[in-house]
């Protein structure tokens, strides 16, 4: 049997990441934490992207890539 393996946790921005914190920012730490503990990131688009690293002050901004 093969040994076992960690797959990687890929999260996807939509939009609604930053809408939903900005009308509740109780929302924000869990948010934050989850983008920085995820082996990657895309986005919908370049701007959201931006905007999400910004808003949020993502520490590791290298690991994110946006789809367009």
């Known amino acids: 049997m ?11 921005l939509h939009g609604t990441d930053i ?3 900005g009308s509740n920012r109780s929302y924000l730490p869990i948010t934050k934490f ?7 990131v ?7 992207l ?6 949020f002050d993502i520490s590791a901004p290298s ?3 946006p789809i367009s």
């Open 34 to 40: 989850s983008i920085e503990q995820s082996d990657g």
């Open 2 to 12: 093969a040994a076992p393996r960690r797959l990687p946790f890929v999260t996807t």
């Open 50 to 55: 931006n905007q999400t690293i910004k808003e």
């Open 63 to 65: 690991k994110s890539f």
């Open 42 to 48: 895309t986005a919908i688009s370049r701007y959201l």
């Open 19 to 21: 809408t939903l914190v």
